[in-house]
T-cell receptor, first 112, second 112 residues
């Protein structure tokens, strides 16, 4: 049972480059979300989705886009990378009416 | 809005010491409360949860009791091990919008 799979695990970008962080889950969860984790700031919600075709902004959405064309996949796109986007990114999923969230292993992104 | 406050770390203890990590919350309604743990280089995973007042969640020797009168959900363990070294996150579920509200995390370091 794969759970939540994120790729890549590590990435270095130059300022201005774009890229997509991939997230896939095989648990048929309706709710998926992206967080960034920065030292001393806990987890901050970037974007989330309550089902295929539905996305919404979280606390820190600027500079990021998402789409949800299938239940399984929820990619996060960085449009034009900036050093302020250097962070560890986590994807999570859970059933809409349940509480426990399942997290991927994270993507450590460095923007130089 | 809802919020979670947990004690700042790092918390450094010797093996077999008693552990308390404080967590307090503000919320409208009756949220569920959670403790998640993040081991080095990994994503978060659910440690324990409580869904209503006076419930006690427990797992792997850790316990936390949902105290509505003090709006607290403190994490305790009677005898910590080196393998408990991790970052611990307190969280609550906002049932109005399906979101999880996170504390900033507390890093726990256990020395042999």
């Amino acid at each position: 049972n794969a759970g939540v799979t994120q790729t890549p695990k590590f990435q270095v970008l130059k300022t201005g480059q774009s890229m997509t962080l991939q997230c896939a889950q095989d648990m048929n969860h309706e709710y998926m979300s992206w967080y960034r984790q920065d030292p001393g700031m806990g987890l901050r919600l970037i974007h989330y989705s309550v089902g295929a075709g539905i996305t919404d902004q979280g606390e820190v959405p600027n500079g990021y886009n998402v789409s949800r064309s299938t239940t399984e996949d929820f990619p996060l796109r960085l449009l034009s990378a900036a050093p302020s986007q250097t962070s560890v990114y986590f994807c999570a999923s859970r059933p809409l009416v349940a509480d426990e969230a399942f997290f991927g292993q994270g993507t450590r992104l460095t923007v130089v | 809005g809802d919020s979670v406050t947990q004690m700042e770390g790092p918390v450094t203890l010797s093996e077999e010491a008693f552990l308390t990590i404080n967590c307090t919350y503000t919320a409208t309604g009756y949220p569920s409360l959670f403790w998640y743990v993040q081991y080095p280089g990994e994503g978060l995973q659910l440690l324990l949860k409580a869904t209503k007042a006076d419930d006690k969640g427990s797992n792997k020797g850790f316990e936390a009791t949902y105290r509505k009168e003090t709006t607290s959900f403190h994490l305790e363990k009677g005898s910590v091990q080196v393998s408990d070294s991790a970052v611990y996150f307190c969280a609550l579920s906002d049932i109005s919008n399906y979101q999880l509200i996170w504390g900033a995390g507390t890093k726990l370091i256990i020395k042999p």
